[in-house]
């Protein structure tokens, strides 16, 4: 026979270590004496190491070998390991669902962060400290709503988030808020330049009024 199809090959069953591999593992189970075998396999995963690079990067885990070995050979594999000998149902168990949290969050552009501040703030006895925690969640709203949008949030319609959020239970009189700024944003943006300013840098091409103009030939050495 000179060549053979893939189709006709039996089928690898970890691609990582080839088809040589495989067939080095059938050649171990051919074997009649237990020692033997147990030689051959222990030949067999010091030359995996060998050919497998990528092996390099991982962390030394000699034991996953083994059990590669008992997985390729079909967990039909009599040999002394030198670890626990693998079980089908274990390697092969899938892993348990991670339930994502279905919660809704009724102002997205706030962040679900926000909502747990208000039902923080809830809890606050104190008439000040309440207020105070208004004032804070304020803030925070308006910045947070200022990072993705360019137009300035109200700040009435913060206050309504708040009284929304937390079921009539936190308000604040919207004069109040307006008159001391009190929903100032937490960060505050760069001041645009005067007109005067701007002028002035404009005819000085930008440079600062006191740096001094590039001499091209100042370092130029003199011609004997």
Request: proline share 6%; charged share 35%.
């Given at each position: 026979?000179?060549?053979?199809?893939?189709?006709?090959?039996?089928?690898i069953i970890l691609k990582?270590?080839?088809?040589?591999?495989?067939?080095?593992v059938e050649y171990i189970?051919?074997?009649?004496?237990k020692n033997k075998r147990?030689?051959?396999?222990?030949?067999?995963?010091?030359?995996?190491?060998?050919?497998?690079?990528?092996?390099?990067?991982?962390?030394?885990?000699?034991?996953?070998?083994?059990?590669?070995?008992?997985?390729?050979?079909?967990?039909?594999?009599?040999?002394?390991?030198?670890?626990?000998?693998?079980?089908?149902?274990?390697?092969?168990?899938?892993?348990?669902?991670?339930?994502?949290?279905?919660?809704?969050?009724?102002?997205?552009?706030?962040?679900?962060?926000?909502?747990?501040?208000?039902?923080?703030?809830?809890?606050?006895?104190?008439?000040?400290?309440?207020?105070?925690?208004?004032?804070?969640?304020?803030?925070?709203?308006?910045?947070?709503?200022?990072?993705?949008?360019?137009?300035?949030?109200?700040?009435?319609?913060?206050?309504?988030?708040?009284?929304?959020?937390?079921?009539?239970?936190?308000?604040?009189?919207?004069?109040?808020?307006?008159?001391?700024?009190?929903?100032?944003?937490?960060?505050?943006?760069?001041?645009?330049?005067?007109?005067?300013?701007?002028?002035?840098?404009?005819?000085?091409?930008?440079?600062?009024?006191?740096?001094?103009?590039?001499?091209?030939?100042?370092?130029?050495?003199?011609?004997?």
């Amino acid at each position: 026979m000179i060549g053979e199809y893939n189709t006709a090959r039996p089928h690898i069953i970890l691609k990582e270590y080839g088809r040589n591999v495989q067939k080095l593992v059938e050649y171990i189970r051919s074997v009649p004496d237990k020692n033997k075998r147990t030689e051959l396999a222990s030949t067999l995963i010091e030359l995996i190491k060998q050919l497998t690079p990528s092996l390099k990067d991982q962390p030394e885990n000699p034991q996953r070998l083994w059990d590669d070995l008992y997985i390729i050979a079909d967990f039909v594999l009599d040999i002394n390991n030198p670890y626990p000998v693998p079980e089908r149902e274990i390697l092969f168990k899938k892993p348990m669902k991670v339930s994502y949290p279905q919660s809704r969050v009724r102002f997205k552009h706030y962040g679900k962060n926000i909502e747990k501040l208000v039902k923080e703030a809830l809890k606050k006895d104190d008439p000040q400290e309440k207020e105070e925690a208004i004032i804070y969640l304020g803030k925070l709203m308006k910045t947070f709503y200022g990072n993705w949008n360019k137009e300035t949030l109200d700040d009435s319609v913060i206050l309504n988030d708040i009284k929304i959020m937390s079921d009539g239970k936190l308000s604040l009189n919207i004069d109040k808020v307006r008159e001391d700024n009190l929903f100032e944003k937490l960060y505050k943006e760069k001041k645009q330049l005067q007109p005067v300013q701007r002028e002035q840098r404009e005819r000085n091409g930008g440079k600062h009024r006191h740096q001094k103009p590039f001499n091209k030939n100042k370092n130029r050495r003199r011609r004997d």
